[in-house]
T-cell receptor, first 114, second 119 residues
Framework: EAGVTQFPSHSVIEKGQTVTLRCDPISGHDNLYWYRRVMGKEIKFLLHFVKESKQDESGMPNNRFLAERTGGTYSTLKVQPAELEDSGVYFCASSQDRQGLGYTFGSGTRLTVV | AQKITQTQPGMFVQEKEAVTLDCTYD???????LFWYKQPSSGEMIFLIY??????QNATEGRYSLNFQKARKSANLVISASQLGDSAMYFCAMREGPRSNFGNEKLTFGTGTRLTIIP
């Protein structure tokens, strides 16, 4: 079974540019989560999809961040325009059930805004 | 206030020794779950062990065990007989609410502990 795939693995962009991160969850996993770790700090929840619906987007930092999951398969997280403080590692995770166990995380996308 | 506190930013341990990684948590919810994840240099987050707040016994998974002290709100990870491959970042995380609670699966993480095993 393929794991959670994220790409790109690294992205370096200039302030003001747009970046789109992609996450392919494990096939059949309805739940998809985005998390972010800013350097040296804790990993913070961004949002949770159940299929194509946003179940909880309370962690999204501001309206420069837009997440989509069209068709309930892969998800994209767009940052537009990117700011310096958006730098960090963005993790995606998926799970099949709603019991809070069984998360599978991707390897993350390291975003650097310069 | 931080909900998950990991007070050890870094640890160096001799190979084959046991190591304890500290984690304290803060919640007013009687039902919660505690997780430990390992993040090696390759970047992926690997699930290690889970402890539910109502579990009577401490969780164990191979060389990993969770020293759950509910009254002290601590959930320390113990790795027995450490190996070089244990060198990684370790994150403690908590889910608040019962496991079946609809729409409450998000995790709160600590800042992590970087463990280095010395040969």
């Amino acid at each position: 079974e393929a794991g959670v795939t994220q790409f790109p693995s690294h992205s370096v962009i200039e302030k003001g540019q747009t970046v789109t991160l992609r996450c392919d969850p494990i096939s059949g996993h309805d739940n998809l989560y985005w998390y972010r770790r800013v350097m040296g700090k804790e990993i913070k929840f961004l949002l949770h999809f159940v299929k194509e619906s946003k179940q909880d987007e309370s962690g999204m930092p501001n309206n420069r961040f837009l997440a989509e999951r069209t068709g309930g398969t892969y998800s994209t997280l767009k940052v537009q325009p990117a700011e310096l403080e958006d730098s960090g590692v963005y993790f995606c995770a998926s799970s099949q059930d709603r019991q809070g166990l069984g998360y599978t995380f991707g390897s993350g996308t390291r975003l650097t805004v310069v | 206030a931080q909900k998950i506190t990991q007070t050890q930013p870094g640890m160096f341990v001799q190979e084959k020794e046991a190591v304890t990684l500290d984690c304290t948590y803060d919640t007013s919810d009687p039902s919660y779950g505690l997780f430990w994840y390992k993040q090696p240099s390759s970047g992926e987050m690997i699930f290690l062990i889970y402890q539910g707040s109502y579990d009577q016994q401490n969780a164990t998974e191979g060389r990993y065990s969770l020293n759950f002290q509910k009254a002290r709100k601590s959930a320390n990870l113990v790795i027995s007989a450490s190996q070089l491959g244990d060198s990684a970042m370790y994150f403690c995380a908590m889910r608040e609410g019962p496991r079946s609670n609809f729409g409450n699966e998000k995790l709160t993480f600590g800042t992590g502990t970087r463990l280095t095993i010395i040969p």
